[in-house]
């Protein structure tokens, strides 16, 4: 006696985009508050984010279609389905999330004739980003969120939303959060934002001069080494940047920053000596010096000489770029007169 099995027929890309909206619209307050009712829609929403991350990524054997992922992607922004997967994070388990990680990626990069269609959606709905800036103040999908977000940065008009938006402060909070992984993550999306799109970081630190280093100057002065370690690593990273030269010279004109700098030199860290040294240095070397600058200079002069000719990149390397630098501007120093 033989039995025939007949194949499921595999989910077109309506029925995936109509049955992963269905099972997350199933994640409401009644269902949430219920224990058995809650683990049953999960399970739900876990086999339908499993079957779009086949659809979009294929399956080991075989390659993704093109035209099916393309029709998923216009489904999802049609139905508005993008909007309730980032507003159902907090209720999803790491399974699904880790799934809709890898899917967002995917989503986003995606192209229907030469338009991104989900990066368009976000563009309508540039509120999905404010709540994953949002979301850092929740550890259990912080992590996540961040790693959506940088996605999202990668493309230049999210990048310069979130820069230009209320939120992007938060991130002075989150880069100091107490736990280390949801804190470096923060910094992590927080670089991506100074540095990934030149042209609109320049425009954004031009238009937020005073209130943008009010706030990074906290950082920089912070009694959290990994904070102070990482923001003067950063503040060089897109200060020394062509596209913020104006930036740079608006700031190495203001004896404040001069003073902090001055006082990063004495830190207890030989790593963050040498790069406060890396912006010192600019200071210093501007041809138009203002007198309040060559002032703190000429009062501190012994004591910055004493401190560079002591200044190496220890463990006996011998870096002779960082030694003509020092040489120079410890002369520079020497010759400034008021």
């Excluded at 041809?287 to 220890?314: F, T």
Aim: hydrophobic share 40%; glycine share 2%.
């Amino acid at each position: 006696m033989s039995f025939f099995f007949k194949a499921s027929r595999p989910k077109t890309p309506q029925e995936v985009a109509k049955a992963i909206k269905e099972s997350l619209m199933a994640l409401d307050t009644k269902t949430v508050a219920e224990v058995k009712a809650l683990e049953k829609a999960l399970e739900e929403v876990e086999k339908n984010f499993a079957t779009m991350r086949t659809m979009l990524s294929g399956d080991g054997e075989s390659e993704p279609n093109m035209d099916q992922i393309s029709q998923l992607v216009e489904e999802l922004c049609k139905e508005d389905v993008l909007t309730l997967m980032i507003h159902k994070l907090p209720t999803l388990g790491w399974e699904a999330r880790k799934d809709l990680v890898h899917c967002w990626t995917i989503l986003l990069k995606h192209k229907v004739d030469d338009n991104h269609c989900c990066v368009e959606y976000v563009e309508q709905h540039l509120e999905l980003l404010d709540y994953l800036v949002i979301c850092y103040d929740n550890k259990e999908i912080a992590l996540t969120c961040g790693t959506m977000l940088r996605e999202c940065i990668k493309f230049q008009s999210l990048a310069k939303y979130i820069l230009e938006s209320a939120t992007f402060v938060l991130f002075f909070k989150f880069v100091e959060l107490p736990t280390f992984d949801v804190a470096s993550d923060a910094f992590s999306t927080f670089k991506d934002l100074l540095t990934k799109h030149g042209n609109v970081v320049s425009q954004f630190l031009t238009a937020h001069y005073d209130e943008f280093f009010d706030l990074y100057e906290r950082l920089l002065t912070s009694s959290n080494y990994v904070t102070r370690r990482q923001s003067l690593k950063l503040l060089s990273d897109f200060l020394l940047e062509a596209p913020n030269s104006q930036v740079m010279r608006r700031y190495i004109l203001e004896v404040r920053y001069l003073k902090v700098m001055m006082t990063l030199l004495t830190d207890s860290s030989k790593n963050i000596q040498l790069s406060a040294f890396h912006i010192f240095k600019v200071f210093v070397a501007n041809p138009n010096k203002p007198q309040d600058v060559k002032l703190i200079l000429v009062k501190n002069r012994e004591k910055l000489v004493a401190l560079l000719q002591n200044l190496s990149p220890g463990k006996g390397a011998e870096d002779e770029q960082f030694e003509e630098e020092k040489e120079f501007i410890i002369k520079e120093i020497e010759k400034i007169s008021v």
